[in-house]
């Protein structure tokens, strides 16, 4: 079992920067894969960024290349999401998820997940 946390969320103006934090408990956190996805409402989740249980390999949405970066400390059982260059359309309840399938850019690949941390960017 793994219980996620997210944090680091809150209001920036376009522009600016934030980090998100995904702390988790469970021995077996550095075991997953973990992603970060994004919600806006009457909006669908979507996928934003994927970490590989060993940190070596990255994935991203093509919106997001370029200015965020996902990271992990596994000694510190979190992966943070390091937004910069913000835009308004980022406006959105930001989630992590842990998991072990390949299919790492849909919801249906993660088995945990957290609560969410809301981001909000004014122009």
């Known amino acids: 079992q793994v219980l996620l946390v997210e944090s680091g969320g809150g209001l920036v103006q376009a522009g600016g920067s934030l980090r998100l934090s995904c702390a988790a408990s469970?021995?077996?956190?550095?075991?997953?894969?973990v992603g970060w996805f994004r919600q806006a409402p009457g909006k669908e989740r979507e996928f934003v960024a994927n970490i590989r249980w060993s940190g070596d390999r990255t994935y991203y949405a093509d919106s997001v290349k370029e200015r965020f970066i996902i990271s992990r400390d596994n000694a510190k059982n979190t992966v943070y999401l390091q937004m910069n260059t913000l835009k308004p359309e980022d406006t959105a309840v930001y989630y992590c998820?842990?998991?072990?399938?390949?299919?790492?850019?849909?919801?249906?690949?993660?088995?945990?997940w957290g609560q969410g941390t809301q981001v909000t960017v004014s122009s």
């Open positions: 998820a842990a998991g072990g399938s390949v299919y790492i850019t849909l919801a249906s690949g993660y088995d945990y």
């Open positions: 469970g021995r077996t956190f550095s075991l997953y894969s």
